[in-house]
């Protein structure tokens, strides 16, 4: 049996994003589907155009890049192409953010509520970052 796994990714540090992308991709090479739902700080990295440098929380952040691991919007578009995982954007935050839906990378799906996202979650396995 397939576990479903839903990810809130609300923080926007290299750590808790590089964490929320592992979980990600293993959960999906795994056989698990996975759906990760965006939300506050971690938003603005999944902006066209944005960095994809996120500040880190301490020296493990700054060892993630400098020791060549794959940096985490790598692997969430490696969950997305392996074909088991959804990458939703809060609507409530892009509201905030003054995002429109042609301002978000390509692989991320439709804006979504939370409301809508727990609600979907029911059952699964529930893990933020």
Request: proline share 6%.
């Given at each position: 049996?397939?576990?479903?796994?839903?990810?809130?990714c609300?923080?926007?540090?290299h750590e808790?994003?590089?964490?929320?992308?592992?979980?990600?991709s293993v959960?999906?090479a795994?056989?698990?589907?996975v759906?990760?739902f965006?939300?506050?700080?971690?938003?603005?990295?999944?902006?066209?155009g944005h960095?994809?440098?996120?500040?880190?929380?301490?020296?493990?952040?700054?060892?993630?890049?400098?020791?060549?691991?794959?940096?985490f919007k790598?692997?969430?578009?490696q969950?997305?192409?392996?074909?088991?995982?959804k990458l939703?954007?809060?609507?409530?935050?892009?509201?905030?953010l003054e995002?429109?839906?042609?301002?978000?990378d390509?692989?991320?799906?439709?804006?979504t509520?939370l409301?809508?996202?727990l609600s979907?979650?029911?059952?699964?396995?529930?893990?933020?970052?």
């Open positions: 049996m397939t576990d479903r796994k839903y990810i809130i609300s923080a926007g540090t808790k994003l590089q964490m929320a992308a592992m979980v990600a959960g999906v795994s056989g698990d589907s759906t990760v965006f939300s506050m700080n971690a938003l603005e990295h999944f902006v066209k960095s994809n440098k996120a500040p880190a929380e301490g020296d493990f952040g700054n060892l993630l890049t400098t020791k060549g691991v794959p940096p790598q692997l969430f578009q969950a997305v192409e392996l074909g088991n995982a939703l954007p809060c609507s409530m935050a892009m509201d905030l995002i429109s839906e042609s301002e978000l390509d692989e991320l799906g439709p804006p509520g409301t809508k996202f979907d979650a029911e059952g699964g396995t529930i893990i933020t970052f």
